[in-house]
């Protein structure tokens, strides 16, 4: 449990050496999982708690914390594959050698300040969208490190890679959400 303790805290400031080793050891994608996880129960906790604060009807409270739970782990696994797709083709450099597992390991470690989206729910509102937001903004920096060190890109690539993958899944999602169903 200490190397991962080690990784998770490396990969929360952003220390490239930890990204280069997750991505070089083919096991660290339970690790990867765990944290991706992790966070999924993290903001799923503070849904809950945040939901029961506001006496939400609990169907709708139920759908609220699957949603919460279920998007890290599509965002992760869509946006690691679009990252992928965009990164390894598109805007491939000289030195780019990766694979997909590689990509998948890298940004699960990025997940790890998701963790504290677990206190996402602390009064006043402030505070808990505060943590939130931060928790998504310092994921999104540690997910451009990550993209970064497993594609071998300079920053700058890895800003227009995780920025093409983004655009990616927001079509994908705003396609699917415009489709009639079948009557």
Do not use: C, N
């Amino acid at each position: 449990m200490k190397p991962m303790l080690r990784r998770m805290w490396g990969a929360a400031v952003l220390h490239a050496d930890t990204y280069e080793e997750v991505e070089a050891d083919p096991s660290s994608i339970t690790q990867a999982t765990l944290i991706v996880i992790g966070s999924s129960l993290a903001i799923g906790v503070a849904s809950l708690i945040q939901g029961s604060q506001l006496d939400m009807p609990s169907g709708r409270l139920v759908f609220q914390v699957a949603l919460s739970m279920l998007l890290p782990i599509l965002v992760w696994v869509g946006g690691s594959a679009f990252a992928f797709m965009v990164g390894a083709s598109f805007l491939r450099g000289p030195e780019t050698e990766t694979d997909f597992a590689e990509l998948l390991r890298t940004t699960g470690f990025a997940f790890t300040p998701g963790l504290l989206r677990i206190f996402a729910w602390l009064p006043p509102p402030t505070l808990g969208l505060g943590i939130d937001l931060l928790a998504w903004l310092w994921m999104i920096v540690a997910g451009v490190v990550a993209i970064r060190q497993a594609l071998d890109f300079t920053t700058g690539r890895a800003v227009g890679t995780f920025g093409l993958a983004a655009l990616l899944m927001w079509l994908v999602v705003w396609g699917l959400s415009i489709v009639p169903l079948p009557t």
